[in-house]
């Protein structure tokens, strides 16, 4: 199935665009698989997209906007948390379940060799 879809012109762009900062494409890109690196941009679309330090964002959202399967979203998001690239808080909702808030760190400490 092949889906038409139309990119911005240069002149367009500033409607419909995220800012993300150069160290995600230069420094974590290059050391992360691609699933990883589609789970990392969804929380940068997620949350510079919408100008939020943190949100609530279910797997399922994860799940619709990388094609891949929540087994494998929560591997990679484990990744992301284990190297501290996303910071989590849990807490219980209204309904007293538990929701997890995410953050991108944004003081992370990576070391490169």
Same mark, same amino acid.
Request: positive net charge; charged residues 25%.
């Given at each position: 199935?092949?889906?038409?879809i139309?990119?911005p012109?240069?002149?367009?762009?500033?409607?419909?665009?995220?800012?993300?900062?150069?160290?995600?494409?230069?420094?974590?890109?290059?050391?992360?698989?691609?699933?990883?690196?589609?789970?990392?941009?969804?929380? !940068?679309?997620?949350?510079?997209?919408?100008? $939020?330090?943190?949100?609530? *964002?279910? %797997? =399922?959202?994860?799940?619709?906007?990388t094609?891949l399967?929540?087994?494998? !979203?929560?591997e990679?998001?484990?990744?992301? $948390?284990?190297?501290?690239? *996303?910071? %989590? =808080?849990?807490?219980?909702?209204r309904?007293?379940k538990?929701?997890?808030?995410?953050?991108?760190?944004?003081?992370?400490?990576?070391?490169i060799?």
């Amino acid at each position: 199935m092949s889906k038409k879809i139309k990119l911005p012109s240069a002149e367009e762009i500033f409607d419909h665009w995220t800012a993300t900062p150069n160290v995600i494409f230069d420094i974590l890109m290059p050391i992360m698989d691609s699933a990883t690196f589609k789970v990392l941009m969804v929380f !940068v679309r997620q949350l510079y997209g919408f100008h $939020k330090d943190e949100d609530y *964002i279910a %797997i =399922t959202q994860i799940v619709q906007k990388t094609g891949l399967s929540p087994h494998t !979203v929560s591997e990679h998001l484990d990744r992301l $948390k284990k190297s501290n690239i *996303i910071l %989590i =808080t849990r807490e219980p909702n209204r309904r007293n379940k538990r929701c997890t808030r995410y953050r991108l760190n944004t003081e992370l400490l990576i070391s490169i060799e």
